[in-house]
């Protein structure tokens, strides 16, 4: 007699996998940006892949060079803070980054549960307050739960997106219905793929993460090429540059607003860099 396994225990048996896998990929293309020379070793020689050899990590981290290896290949062992912390320092991992490794590596254990979809009617008049800035609130999958008239008139008109469509990695890579008026459209890209990737370590096995991250890979070359970096980000407040038909380019400055604890929902409102900016979103959203 067979029995099938509960189903939260599954989601759970994979997303532990995929996190092992995520880790390895993840630690391989770290080590292989850094050149041999950077760390006191000698370049050349016959080396079959970029950047430092696992053995090489290894002896820099302090650690076993079979731990290591079975840590690269996504092995279920036991891995430490000191130790974890050791392998950071020896690949040059930013805050970002460390932060990612340790997510991925179960420390602190356990993945960030329950999702914020459904938003107080306070939230939605906060955005319309915020006007002529545009604002939209997105979760940690860049799935838009709301937004002002203001967003509609400056960057998309979100209301005429059917509501399944509504996520701005979908409608980035792969809708046409988005041409972006961000004038750096590669490094937002870039920058979007980076933000996506951080926050899935939190969500490995989870469904709806697992068939959008498919449907991208697999609909879009350039996510597929940019996802193969392996970067990571959290979200920027730089100034942008907005390119307009009716009156050229606006300076914005984002804010981003944690609606929520766990830091999983936010609202970004694009506030005016400087007044002639500031002129031209009262032109646009009054046009």
Not at 12 to 36: M, N, Q
Not at 61 to 72: H, K, P, R, S
Request: hydrophobic share 40%; with cysteine.
């Amino acid at each position: 007699m067979t029995t099938s396994l509960p189903a939260e225990y599954a989601r759970t048996v994979t997303g532990k996998h995929e996190r092992h896998r995520e880790l390895g990929a993840f630690l391989r293309s770290r080590r292989e940006r850094i050149r041999p020379e950077e760390v006191g070793f000698a370049p050349g020689g016959r080396r079959r892949t970029p950047g430092l050899r696992r053995e090489e990590v290894a002896q820099l981290a302090g650690v076993g060079i079979t731990w290591y290896t079975w840590l690269e290949q996504g092995r279920d062992i036991n891995v430490s803070a000191q130790v974890l912390d050791a392998v950071a320092r020896t690949l040059r991992l930013d805050r970002l980054e460390r932060s990612h490794l340790y997510r991925l590596a179960g420390l602190p254990p356990g993945p960030v549960t329950g999702e914020c979809t459904v938003l107080p009617d306070s939230v939605q008049r906060m955005l319309d307050k915020a006007s002529p800035y545009p604002a939209v609130v997105l979760n940690a999958r860049y799935d838009v739960l709301a937004f002002n008239d203001a967003y509609c008139k400056v960057l998309l008109d979100m209301a005429t997106i059917p509501p399944e469509e509504r996520n701005l990695l979908w409608l980035t890579f792969v809708s046409e219905e988005w041409q972006c008026r961000f004038t750096e459209a590669e490094s937002l890209q870039l920058h979007m793929v980076a933000g996506y990737r951080g926050a899935l370590a939190d969500h490995l096995g989870e469904p709806a993460w697992q068939e959008l991250t498919q449907q991208l890979l697999s609909r879009s070359p350039l996510f597929a090429d940019l996802w193969e970096r392996y970067e990571v980000a959290a979200p920027s407040n730089n100034i942008k540059l907005l390119e307009t038909a009716r009156h050229g380019l606006v300076r914005v400055e984002p804010v981003n607003l944690w609606l929520t604890q766990l830091g999983q929902v936010r609202a970004t409102v694009y506030t005016a860099a400087d007044d002639e900016s500031e002129a031209k979103l009262q032109a646009l959203v009054g046009d």
